[in-house]
């Protein structure tokens, strides 16, 4: 061996390991920088006293209530069902971790606007294996009155719900008689007993309920008017959202059960041998000629994640200077666009575009059109076979869950900037971070995740320690909570899977695509429902 070999062999481990510290510290520092914040403590406290409260500009539960005005009414067990749904959004238990009192008034006001009595129901034969009755709205108020700072404004609103509460639950008493439950012949109706209470209410009472709760007092206080604008615009969001929901309800359930059906398919084929890998996995280390050539597909990596790392610090210098939301979403997507160019670092270094083409994915088995036809084909069948690994990760979660805890639930509140962006009503950043998310990520993640990081970790390890690796990197660098982060990993491995059987990213980049396209639209559809 001569000297200029036996240097080179000499470098390379040390190179290799310096590329890949960098990487794990540059993943791990993007992970840190964007992880969920924790609610600030004294926030926390105040919201656990009641204090402070102003009303909601968007809220989860409010999207339930719409879907309970719209389809209350359908008969059966839906009414009890979407009370449960309800009862579910603040806990279906009243203890020390139950929601703070503003929500746990707000659930009642709901209720009660709604007509539900005080007392839930349950649907005959729909006992949920002995679950607990959820609490009564009289039960919530009571901790309500119970948990609040005794100098909290919630004290006297739910004071005011419990007034309304009393005149829709108790038949006024007849003459020289005592008031008892239920309605009676002559007697006014349970809408007409909560009109005329509403009507007593003071205007400072009335202002009260507006600030603090907003759309769960305008519901409250139009209850019985089925024509008040409150009610007619919910329903009419409802009903669309509902159509949407159904028909995207009903690809899933279809894509789930293809998905059972290829995934089995595969297997078979597999143990038979007729399903054999088409990646091409590159030699081990020190078997590739030129020496840069064994390296470049992690500095590719460690470029990308070092690029979105910079525009991650450059957004929280913005934030900390007060600027726009608006703005700041400007200025991380303009960047990620730029970011692109990342996945041409190879080409920078020397690779000509046909071999870059080849090693990184985007390539077909087959030449021609309907060798890229083919290839999206098995990208529709990929995201079928996806959806069944994110449905058996999220019965496992639910199930590891009970076992530790009981059964306690998922915690999946989490903050989403990009979300909030999307809901922000500004049209042409919809319509950028959509592009962002159904032709960038498709694009560059997969070239990025299951073409460079992949075929890097393909080199020296088996398929699925680089699938797993190359998928945990890919859901450490969003920015969601831990259950997000799970789903978003198992994802990313089956993509992996894919690449290795067709050597083709295409197949991973439809199903991202698909996957993307049908989130991001369910997103912009549920925006508008959690608003006022």
Not at 205 to 211: A, E, H, M, R
Not at 418 to 445: C, D, K, Q
Request: with cysteine.
């Amino acid at each position: 061996m001569t000297d200029d070999r036996m240097a080179n062999s000499a470098q390379r481990p040390a190179s290799r390991w310096w590329l890949v510290l960098l990487a794990v510290t540059m993943v791990g520092s993007v992970w840190w920088l964007q992880r969920p914040e924790d609610e600030d403590p004294q926030d926390a406290a105040n919201a656990n006293l009641g204090l402070h409260v102003s009303a909601p500009k968007s809220d989860p539960m409010i999207m339930v209530g719409k879907l309970v005005l719209a389809f209350k009414d359908g008969g059966g067990m839906i009414a009890p069902l979407l009370r449960g749904q309800i009862d579910g959004a603040v806990g279906n238990t009243l203890d020390d971790s139950s929601a703070p009192p503003a929500d746990q008034l707000r659930a009642a006001m709901l209720l009660l606007g709604e007509g539900y009595p005080d007392k839930p129901e349950k649907p005959e034969g729909f006992a949920m294996m002995g679950a607990p009755t959820p609490p009564s709205i009289s039960e919530r108020l009571k901790w309500v009155e119970t948990h609040a700072d005794p100098a909290s404004p919630l004290q006297a609103d739910a004071a005011v719900v419990r007034s309304l509460l009393e005149a829709a639950e108790v038949e006024p008493a007849a003459a020289g008689g005592e008031g008892k439950p239920g309605v009676s012949m002559g007697q006014p109706s349970r809408e007409a007993r909560m009109a005329s209470s509403i009507s007593k209410l003071s205007a400072e009472q009335v202002g009260g309920l507006k600030d603090r709760h907003g759309w769960f007092a305008e519901v409250l206080l139009s209850s019985g008017d089925e024509q008040a604008a409150v009610r007619t615009d919910a329903k009419r969001q409802a009903v669309r959202f509902g159509f949407g929901a159904v028909l995207v309800g009903g690809f899933m359930v279809l894509a789930l059960v293809a998905g059972c059906g290829l995934l089995v398919t595969g297997l078979i084929l597999r143990l038979n041998g007729k399903l054999g890998a088409k990646f091409q996995r590159p030699p081990p280390y020190g078997h590739e000629q030129p020496v840069w050539a064994e390296h470049v597909w992690l500095e590719t990596f460690c470029i990308f994640v070092g690029g979105f790392l910079t525009i991650k610090l450059v957004v929280l210098a913005l934030e900390h200077q007060q600027i726009s939301g608006a703005a700041i979403g400007w200025v991380a997507l303009s960047g990620n666009w730029v970011l692109t160019s990342a996945i041409f670092w190879p080409v920078v270094r020397g690779l000509n575009w046909k071999l870059w083409r080849e090693r990184i994915g985007w390539r077909t088995n087959r030449p021609g059109p309907v060798g890229v036809a083919t290839e999206i084909g098995v990208g529709i069948m990929g995201y079928c076979c996806a959806l069944v690994v994110m449905a058996a990760t999220l019965i496992g979660l639910f199930i590891a869950r009970m076992v530790i805890d009981g059964g306690g639930s998922m915690p999946t509140k989490q903050i989403n900037k990009i979300g909030e962006l999307v809901g922000s009503g500004n049209i042409w950043l919809t319509i950028t971070i959509f592009l962002l998310a159904v032709i960038w990520a498709p694009i560059v993640e997969e070239s990025v995740f299951r073409g460079a990081l992949f075929r890097h970790l393909r080199r020296n390890f088996p398929v699925v320690v680089a699938a797993m690796v190359s998928a945990g990197a890919f859901a450490l660098m969003h920015s969601y909570a831990t259950l997000q982060l799970v789903m978003v990993g198992s994802l990313g491995l089956t993509f992996a899977i894919f690449r290795e059987w067709r050597g083709s990213l295409i197949p991973s980049a439809t199903a991202h695509f698909i996957q993307n396209a049908i989130a991001l639209s369910v997103a912009l559809a549920m925006g508008p429902l959690m608003k006022p």
